[in-house]
């Protein structure tokens, strides 16, 4: 595979609400934190470089969370990209607390989901959130009043768009009756396809499908296949696993994460990775036999 002038735009692209275009490949920006995802990264110079180095490879979609560090990623992204290139968006998240190194709770009070989204848009240093997600639903909380409280905050101009995570199509049915719903952020890739539903439900309503944990270990079987076919195409397994999504719908919009620019670059030769049909109906197969 020819890596040299690759870049994000290759993978097409996809308008959040119908409105705001943004390259289909994105990048994810949990990994640029300590470990247990918690505290500042260990080398936070190379995490400004990665991040300055996003527009040179048409990366124009960021996915961050204010639970990542916490606050560290987004205020790392601010030092590095702000004031942001035109057409960058940065979608970021709120609803979960962080009572220590990998460990996550939800909390969709609406008194604190205003208190994460005041405190990203201080953060990231924009008066408007471009796309802003709840992390979590909270079973403890209405999801009227979750998501209610995120309406109110779009209403008054400080949420331009809205989308939710690991939510099922019932709660996306209900979501849908309360806020115009432009995004999912759910984990999907070619062995873990618990969420084929809301997929589906994505791409009936022309929302965009945000997959987490591209690459799963899978089964030892999996994993010879995904390698057979990265051989074939002089790529990585990490590649031919975005290459999958990128094909499998057109409402796909992968945001592989790293801490490395190097590999920043490899994921984004994915963009330009063409799997043939062979290919496709192998990889489509691994969910079935694992």
């Not at 639903?137 to 995120?150: F, M, Q, R």
């Not at 195409?233 to 696993?241: G, R, S």
């Amino acid at each position: 595979m020819n890596h040299k002038e690759v870049g994000a735009g290759q993978a097409g692209t996809f308008r959040i609400g119908g409105k705001f275009k943004i390259n289909r490949l994105g990048y994810g920006a949990m990994r640029i934190t300590g470990g247990g995802i918690w505290g500042p990264p260990d080398h936070k110079n190379e995490a400004l470089r990665l991040l300055r180095g996003l527009p040179d490879l048409g990366v124009n979609f960021i996915d961050t969370a204010d639970s990542y560090g916490p606050n560290v990623s987004e205020e790392l992204i601010a030092q590095a990209l702000h004031p942001y290139p035109s057409g960058m968006l940065i979608a970021t998240k709120g609803g979960l607390t962080r009572p220590g190194p990998n460990q996550w709770k939800p909390n969709g009070d609406p008194a604190y989901l205003r208190s994460c989204l005041e405190g990203s848009l201080k953060r990231l240093k924009v008066d408007c959130i471009d796309l802003y997600q709840l992390h979590r639903i909270d079973s403890h909380v209405p999801l009227e009043d979750s998501l209610g409280a995120l309406k109110k905050a779009q209403e008054e101009g400080l949420i331009r768009y809205i989308g939710l995570s690991e939510v099922s199509v019932d709660q996306l049915e209900k979501a849908a009756g309360i806020v115009d719903v432009v995004s999912v952020q759910n984990m999907y890739n070619p062995t873990e396809r618990r969420w084929e539903g809301t997929l589906k439900w994505c791409e009936t309503h022309n929302v965009g499908f945000i997959p987490w944990y591209p690459l799963s270990a899978g089964s030892i079987n999996s994993q010879k296949l995904i390698a057979k076919v990265a051989k074939k195409h002089d790529a990585t397994a990490f590649q031919v696993a975005l290459a999958w999504l990128l094909q499998h719908s057109n409402v796909m919009l992968p945001i592989p994460g790293t801490s490395s620019l190097a590999h920043l670059e490899e994921n984004v030769g994915a963009a330009s990775l063409n799997l043939n049909e062979e290919d496709i109906q192998q990889l489509d197969a691994l969910e079935k036999s694992e």
